[in-house]
């Protein structure tokens, strides 16, 4: 078992944990407010924000998402009911079904982030320091540990059992 935890240490993921669920909660109340669920906000989000080589397949944006499969399937269907998304055959793989945006999904998408980007602006400092101050204790307390690239695994077998 490595060091103990300190009581800053303890303060400090729970003031991250209450920080992001704020902005969690923000997030929910601003895509309502657009007409859109959480859920469907964060889906034209993860369609837009893919990046240019990766084809927005159903199975990508379900992972994107922390989604079963299926889920995605349920979600893309009812935001295509709504005209934001359309989907589309891949060009080499018939069977590879690729989802994309339309205007209408492109035009509230904008709104909503663009709300999000200036929510962030005018207070995101507070989760910069959340995040920080936990990054901070944990680069005192580990002064002379292993290197970075073994710290992964080592957080991982540390991790509690379920």
């Known amino acids: 078992m490595g060091k103990r935890i300190s009581v800053a240490e303890f303060r400090a993921l729970a003031e991250l944990r209450y920080r992001i669920r704020q902005f969690l909660k923000e997030g929910d109340a601003t895509a309502r407010e657009a007409g859109l669920e959480p859920q469907q906000y964060l889906m034209l ?3 837009r924000g893919l990046p240019p080589d990766v084809p927005g397949k159903i199975r990508t944006l379900a992972d994107r998402l922390a989604l079963k499969h299926h889920s ?6 009812r935001l ?3 005209g934001y998304v359309k989907r589309t055959r ?3 793989d018939k069977r590879q079904v690729l989802v994309s945006l339309l205007p209408k999904g492109q035009k509230v998408l904008e709104r909503v982030v663009q709300y999000r980007i200036g929510e962030l602006r005018a207070s995101g400092r507070q989760l910069v320091q959340a995040i920080d101050a936990l990054l901070r204790d944990g680069r005192t307390r580990n002064r002379g540990a292993m290197p970075s690239d073994n ?3 080592e957080r991982l077998k540390s991790r509690p059992k379920k």
């Open 45 to 47: 989000l993860a369609i």
């Open 72 to 77: 995605a399937v349920e979600l893309v269907d």
């Open 80 to 82: 295509e009911q709504h």
């Open 90 to 92: 891949g060009r080499e």
């Open 151 to 153: 710290r992964a695994n």
